[in-house]
């Protein structure tokens, strides 16, 4: 069965300093993966996913992802945060076979500080 | 206008009592979802549908039920409120099965229920 741990709910950088979530996932099969983003009071948008292309995905607001197989981890980076980066973080993987739902990590909440 | 949009935004309620959560999409998709959302759970599935004549439980539907009434609409309905189904609700979409399953959230119901 796929899974994923997202290590750390809480993350707190300084605004200016290096964004690094972390994501591994298990999976017995070729996985897509997923980066959301929950801004306050508000739903998930999708961040950058990766879809077996490219290894280094890049998404919007600055955020990219570097899916490495042999760790099977796929953490999300920004070099430089921002204050309104301050939201919850999802990470996610699509099962194998047809019915391809969303399994989802616990989030990772970023605060970012002046 | 939003593409999936849910009502009521927020609903305070009493234990015990009927609630029906509304979900309408225009983005033309066959697949929809209903979530509950939990600090420091993440997401959890309750029901999912891939048309309207295929609806399937998620991992937590006991207590919910659904219904699919045309493929822009998925409603969720709580029959007997209880005070631990007080969470945020998100309706969220996705193509078919071609796609890669990128999920489109709405904005989400806190409900309440005392």
């Known amino acids: 069965a796929q899974s994923v741990t997202q290590l750390g709910s809480h993350v707190s950088v300084s605004e200016g300093a290096l964004v690094l979530l972390r994501c591994n996932y298990s999976?017995?099969?070729?996985?897509?993966l997923f980066w959301y983003v929950q801004y306050p009071n508000q739903g998930l948008q999708l961040l950058l996913k990766y879809t077996s292309a490219a290894t280094l995905v890049k998404g919007i607001n600055g955020f990219e992802a570097e899916f490495k197989k042999s760790e099977t981890s796929f953490h999300l980076t920004k070099p430089s945060a921002h204050m309104s980066d301050a939201a919850e973080y999802f990470c996610?993987?699509?099962?194998?076979?047809?019915?391809?739902?969303?399994?989802w990590g616990l989030g990772t909440s970023l605060a970012v500080n002046p | 206008d939003a593409d999936v949009t849910q009502t009521p935004r927020n609903r305070i309620t009493k234990t015990g009592k009927r609630i029906m959560l509304e979900c309408s999409q225009t983005k033309g998709h066959d697949r929809m979802y209903w979530y509950r959302q939990d600090p420091g759970l993440g997401l959890r599935l309750i029901y999912y549908?891939?048309?309207?004549?295929?609806?399937n439980k998620g991992e937590i539907s006991d207590g919910y039920s659904v219904s699919r009434q045309a493929q822009a609409k998925f409603s969720l309905s709580l029959e007997s409120a209880i005070p631990n189904q007080t969470a945020l609700y998100f309706c969220a979409t996705s193509v078919g099965l071609a796609g890669l399953n990128e999920q489109f959230f709405g904005p989400g119901t806190r409900l309440t229920v005392l």
């Open positions: 996610a993987v699509t099962n194998a076979g047809n019915n391809r739902k969303l399994i």
């Open positions: 549908s891939f048309d309207v004549k295929d609806i």
């Open positions: 999976s017995s099969v070729p996985p897509y």
